[in-house]
């Protein structure tokens, strides 16, 4: 059974930092391409950053480029985003998806002064 547990979410003040975290399990996490979607309230899902199997080249959306970043250690089946320079647009539930079939029950992150 594949089971995406992500936690690291939280209240941060706008230009703080936050890192997420998704524990995977139940798949061979190595050989999968791996992405982190957030979703905003009211809004739809937002596909945020992808880190590809094997060599781990990685793709951001614009929203977050320069800001975000997504890696991976295959040898704990963990998938990280390290968030920096918040601010109030990022706040949403965060979400580690594979195949796009699977999805994490996410975690919230708010970013409010």
């Known amino acids: 059974e594949v089971q995406l547990v992500e936690s690291g979410g939280g209240l941060v003040q706008p230009g703080g930092s936050l890192r997420l975290s998704c524990a995977a399990s139940?798949?061979?996490?190595?050989?999968?391409?791996m992405s982190w979607v957030r979703q905003a309230p009211g809004k739809g899902p937002e596909w945020v950053s992808t880190?590809?199997?094997?060599?781990?080249?990685?793709d951001y959306a614009d929203s977050v480029k320069g800001r975000f970043t997504v890696s991976r250690d295959n040898a704990k089946n963990t998938l990280y985003l390290q968030m920096n320079s918040l601010n109030p647009e990022d706040t949403a539930v965060y979400y580690c998806?594979?195949?796009?079939?699977?999805w994490g029950q996410g975690t919230q992150v708010t970013v409010s002064s």
């Open positions: 998806v594979v195949t796009n079939d699977y």
């Open positions: 139940g798949f061979t996490f190595g050989n999968y391409d």
């Open positions: 880190i590809k199997r094997g060599a781990g080249s990685t």
